[in-house]
C-alpha cells in the first residue's frame, strides 16, 4: 500500500511513486511496459482488470518483475521516519533498513501482560519493575525473564496467525488468477474456432463463386454457337427460297 510522503524528508523521484496509490512503492514490482506499482496494489488491481492501470497495456502478474537496479537502489536509499514517530521515536533510516528498526523500535506501543497498562518496548522492563500487579516491591529477574519470553511467545502466536492468513490469502489469489487465465484460454479457443469456421465459410463461398463463373462461360458460349447456328440456318434457307423462286418462275409462265 505504499510509504507515504509525509514519512520523507527529501523530495522522492516521481519515478518512485507507486503509479496506483501514489505513495513510496512498497515491495515495489515493475512491468514490462516500465509502469512500477506496489506489489500488494498491483496484485490487487489485476484481480479485476488485465491491463497496466497507466497505459492500459496486457499485463499478467507473472509478466511482473522486480525494479531496475538502479531504482532499486535509489529506493532502498531514501531516508524515511520510523512509523513510531508520534510515539517519539525521532529515528530517520534508509528504507532498506525500516523493518528492522521498527521491529527492534524502543518506541513501539506495548502493553504490559500483567496489569495491561499502556508502555512502550524501550520501557518495559523498567514498567515491569514498578507493575501494580507485581505485589513484591521488585521483581526478580527470572520473573522479568519469564514475562518477557511470554511476550516473545505471544508475539510468535500473533506472527504465525498473520503468515497462515497470508499464506491463504495468496493461494485464494492464485486460484482466481488460475481461473482468470483459464478463462482467456477458452476465449481465445472459442475465437480460434470462429475463426476456423469463417475460413470455411469463405473457401466454399469462392468455390461456388467459381462455379457460377464457370457455368456462365459455358453458356455464353452455347449461346455463341445456337446465333452462329441461326445464322447458318437463315443463310441456308435465303439460299433455298431464292433458287426456289429461279425454278418457280417458268411454271409461273406456262400458268398463264
Ligand atoms: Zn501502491
Ligand atoms: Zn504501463
Ligand atoms: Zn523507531
Ligand atoms: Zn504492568
Not at 518495559?124 to 511470554?150: F, G, K, N, W, Y
Not at 462455379?211 to 449461346?223: D, V
Amino acid at each position: 500500500m505504499g510509504f507515504d510522503v509525509d514519512r520523507f524528508e527529501e523530495e522522492v523521484n516521481e519515478g518512485l511513486l507507486c503509479a496506483i496509490c501514489h505513495d513510496v512503492l512498497e515491495d515495489a514490482v515493475q512491468a514490462p511496459c516500465e509502469h512500477a506499482f506496489c506489489s500488494a496494489c498491483i496484485q490487487a488491481w489485476l484481480l479485476e482488470d488485465n491491463s497496466c492501470p497507466v497505459d492500459r497495456q496486457i499485463l499478467l502478474a507473472s509478466e511482473l518483475r522486480q525494479l531496475h537496479r538502479y531504482m532499486r537502489n535509489d529506493l532502498n536509499n531514501l531516508q524515511i521516519r520510523c512509523q513510531y514517530w508520534q510515539h517519539g521515536c525521532r529515528e530517520k533510516v534508509p528504507l532498506e533498513t525500516l523493518h528492522q528498526h521498527e521491529s527492534a523500535c524502543p518506541s513501539e506501543p506495548m502493553r504490559c501482560p500483567a496489569c495491561r497498562a499502556d508502555t512502550s518496548r524501550g520501557e518495559m522492563a523498567r514498567h515491569l519493575q514498578i507493575c501494580t500487579l507485581r505485589t513484591s516491591a521488585v521483581v526478580p529477574a527470572a520473573d522479568v525473564a519469564r514475562l518477557l519470553e511470554d511476550m516473545r511467545s505471544e508475539l510468535e502466536a500473533a506472527r504465525q496467525d498473520f503468515m497462515t492468513k497470508l499464506a491463504e490469502q495468496k493461494l485464494e489469489m492464485d486460484l482466481r488468477l488460475d481461473a482468470q487465465r483459464r478463462h482467456l484460454v477458452q476465449r481465445e479457443h472459442c475465437l480460434q474456432e470462429q475463426l476456423e469456421e469463417m475460413r470455411r465459410l469463405y473457401a466454399r463461398l469462392s468455390e461456388d463463386i467459381k462455379k457460377l463463373i464457370q457455368q456462365e462461360k459455358t453458356s455464353r458460349t452455347e449461346l455463341q454457337r445456337m446465333a452462329q447456328e441461326k445464322a447458318e440456318l437463315l443463310q441456308m434457307l435465303h439460299q433455298a427460297s431464292r433458287s426456289q423462286a429461279v425454278q418457280k418462275l417458268p411454271e409461273k409462265v406456262t400458268d398463264l
